[in-house]
C-alpha cells in the first residue's frame, strides 16, 4: 500500500478505544490481521499501543513477543517511511490464544486508564509535521528492537520499552509531546540498563575466567 499516512486527531480516551477493540476479540484465537482489520488504515498507532500492553505486565504469551515485536518494528518503520506498512503472513495470519492474550490486553488497559487524565493536546512541536512523525517512528522502531532482545527472563526488559512504545504511540495519538518525550526518557532509560545488563555479564565473565585461569 503507498498511500500516505495521515494521523488523525481524537477527542476519545485512548482507554476506551482500546476496550471497545478488546472487546471486539470474540473466539478462540485472534490474529494481528484481524486486529488491524478491527482498526482500519488510520489505526497503526493504536496497533502499536495494543502491542505494548502484554509486555507491561509480568505474563508469557505464547506467540506474543514474535508477532507483536516485529509488528511494531514494521508499522515504526512504515511511519519513519510515511507509507503504510507491508507486514508478512507469517505475522498477520499467527493464531494467538484469546483465553491468555485478552486478560493481558485488560489489565495494560487498566493501566493505560490511569494515564487518560493526564493525555492533553501539548508540546505540539514533538507530534506534528511529516518530519517529527518520521523521527517518532524511528523511536518507536528503537523500542521494538529492544523489546524484541531475547532477555525475556530479565526482570523489567520487556517492560522498559514496552512503556516507551506505549508512550510514544499514545502521545502521538493524543499529540500530547510531553507524553512522546516520556517515551523517548524510557527508550533511554532501557538503553542504560541493557547497557548494565550487559556490563555485569562481561564483568562476571571476566571474574570466571580469571578464577580458573
Known sequence: MDADIEFQDTSTSLSETLRKLIDGIKGQSVTLRELMD???EQ????ICAVASLPFLIPVS?????TVFGAAIILISL?????????????????????KKLVPALEKGVNIVSRLDRFLKPRLSALTTGKLVNRVNGLAITVAGVLL?????LVPFSNTLPGIAILL????????DGLIVLGGYVFNVITVIYFGALA?????AGQGLASLFG
Not at 78 to 93: E, S
Request: proline share 8%; charged share 15%; aromatic share 8%.
Open 148 to 152: 524484541m532482545f531475547p532477555l525475556g
Open 38 to 40: 478491527a482498526v482500519g
Open 199 to 203: 556490563y555485569a555479564a562481561f564483568s
Open 61 to 65: 504469551i505464547p506467540g506474543v513477543s
Open 43 to 46: 489505526g497503526l498507532l493504536l
Open 78 to 98: 512504515a511511519i519513519m517511511a510515511n507509507r503504510l506498512p507491508w507486514l508478512p503472513k507469517k505475522i498477520l495470519d499467527r493464531q494467538l490464544d484469546t
Open 168 to 175: 510514544l504511540s499514545t502521545g502521538m495519538i493524543q499529540r
